[in-house]
């Protein structure tokens, strides 16, 4: 892309010695794997496009000896999931309440806001929890991930982790990979409850809804093909987005200029196609 | 080693925190879900209806307005091809008299549908596996609204003769149009006469 040429003459500009670690014991993904010459920005996005796809195969590769050591998955289970907690929970809350508002201004119109239970369920099941959970998620453990990889590559602790004839694909990528993925369908469904009771909260307290009416409205009217289309969305959405974040940090370049650049790329690639893939799995179940 | 105890038990927390809530979206919140919570007690009773409109299983069973239960099962008796609703009584509620009535009707404009069911006056209560004989079915906005219709249209046919009469009537059921929008809900017609209320 349009950055390569400053970060080159910035690679150029490290001491000699530092510069040949780099090109040396590297590995074929060390490098950039951008291609030669010059690529146009076109280019350079499907050359990117192709080296995340050919990364999460060997991600899903390493996944499984990864098993091998449970504790590392505990650590970034927690790192990615219990740390988010807090942020999701309040989203949940306040977006639950906002529904509340909304929907209950909404409905009055056509008196029947006794609906409200179902409209919030419906937009929180469907599409709300998963998409704002996958955003935050980006926000919040998406940075994090790439720029604790991208200053692991910056520091050479990738190369130091392959010195040791240890895979720093099983050892480092996979474990955060799994971690993400498991936290993520986990936070999304925290985000859903909470953001039901929030839309209660309004609704009964401020509004004046019968709670039982509420409730009742709710579960007759939801069914289970909600709820996993919920479940399946957080998952894809969970992959796509630590898939991402893993990647930015392990490709990063290994300057304090490029982690930045690296995070900052992860946010923005892993929202837009988050959005992207909302579409496109909500249009796969109707 | 204590900071591996914290991280522990926070990782515990978090992944429990997130099993609950999927455990409560997956089980409790839809209709056709596995209820773990609450349907086991109360008592069984059918009811046949001509038609049940959009009633699904879950619905609730309200007396006077009161959830009592729920329908937990729609299926057709293959002898005369009505549909037959199963509901489950909240065992409270074991005093409702057995000539009651059990009617379709829809919570608010855009609700759902539910059993309403009206009280009787016999001295024998409803009990497992009893039947409701007095049913009345859904409320079809459709069939309603070709009643209507072919009460517009019959309207002028009999008593267009006044010509104030017929300027006066509305312009799509105007007196030359007639005999065309007559034909039109044909199939409503039958309903329209056959069920005089």
């Known amino acids: 892309m349009t950055d390569t040429p400053g970060a080159n003459a910035e690679a150029?500009?490290?001491p000699p010695g530092r510069a040949a670690q780099e090109r040396g014991p590297g590995g074929p993904h060390a490098v950039r794997p951008r291609g030669g010459g010059r690529p146009g920005i076109l280019l350079g996005g499907v050359a990117r496009a192709g080296g995340i796809a050919l990364f999460a195969l060997r991600l899903v590769?390493?996944?499984g000896p990864a098993f091998a050591r449970p504790a590392l998955i505990v650590h970034q289970i927690y790192n990615a999931g219990a740390r988010s907690l807090v942020i999701i929970m309040l989203s949940g809350l306040f977006t639950g309440m906002?529904?509340?508002?909304?929907?209950?201004?909404?409905?009055?119109r056509f008196g029947s806001e006794n609906?409200?239970?179902?409209?919030?369920?419906?937009?929180?099941?469907?599409?709300l929890g998963p998409v704002l959970t996958s955003l935050l998620f980006a926000g919040r453990a998406g940075t994090a991930?790439?720029?604790e990889i991208g200053l692991m590559r910056a520091t050479d602790q990738l190369t130091a982790i392959e010195m040791m004839a240890v895979d720093p694909m099983r050892y480092v990528a996979a474990p955060r990979f799994l971690g993400g993925l498991i936290a993520m369908p986990l936070l999304a469904?925290?985000?859903n409850v909470i953001g039901l009771f929030g839309a209660q909260l309004i609704g009964v307290w401020e509004r004046g809804i019968d709670p039982a009416a509420f409730w009742s409205q709710m579960q007759s009217s939801v069914v289970l093909r909600d709820a996993s289309e919920g479940i399946i969305k957080s998952l894809v959405f969970g992959f796509v987005v630590t898939l991402i974040a893993v990647y930015g940090g392990y490709h990063s370049e290994p300057t304090a200029e490029g982690v930045g650049l690296a995070t900052t790329r992860t946010v923005v690639t892993a929202s837009w196609l988050t959005l992207l893939l909302d579409y496109m799995v909500t249009a796969a179940f109707m | 080693m204590r900071a591996n105890r914290t991280l522990e038990i926070g990782t515990g927390f978090f992944v429990l925190l997130g099993f609950a809530a999927l455990f409560f979206l997956t089980t409790q919140l839809p209709s056709n879900g596995l209820k773990v919570g609450g349907a086991q007690g109360g008592f069984r009773v059918t009811a046949q209806f001509d038609n049940i409109g959009d009633l699904k299983s879950g619905a609730p069973v309200a007396l006077a307005g009161v959830t009592i239960g729920e329908v937990t099962g729609i299926g057709i008796d293959p002898q005369n091809y009505r549909?037959?609703?199963?509901?489950?009584?909240d065992p409270r509620y074991n005093k409702i008299p057995d000539d009651s009535d059990a009617s379709i009707n829809t919570q608010g404009l855009l609700g759902g549908q539910y059993v309403a069911i009206g009280a009787g006056g016999s001295e024998t209560y409803l009990k497992n596996g009893s039947q409701i004989e007095f049913t009345q079915p859904a409320f079809v906005l459709e069939n309603l609204v070709n009643k209507l219709f072919a009460s517009f249209a019959s309207k002028p046919a009999e008593s267009g003769q006044g010509g104030s009469n017929s300027s006066a009537s509305p312009s799509p059921g105007g007196p030359g149009t007639n005999p065309p929008a007559g034909g039109q809900p044909d199939g409503a017609k039958p309903h329209g006469g056959g069920r005089p209320k």
């Open chain 1, 61 to 63: 590769a390493a996944c």
């Open chain 1, 145 to 147: 991930l790439t720029s």
């Open chain 1, 98 to 108: 906002v529904l509340g508002l909304q929907g209950a201004y909404l409905l009055a």
């Open chain 1, 12 to 14: 150029g500009s490290l």
């Open chain 1, 189 to 191: 469904a925290i985000f």
């Open chain 2, 83 to 89: 549909a037959v609703v199963t509901m489950r009584i």
């Open chain 1, 115 to 127: 609906l409200l239970g179902v409209a919030a369920a419906l937009s929180l099941l469907r599409e």
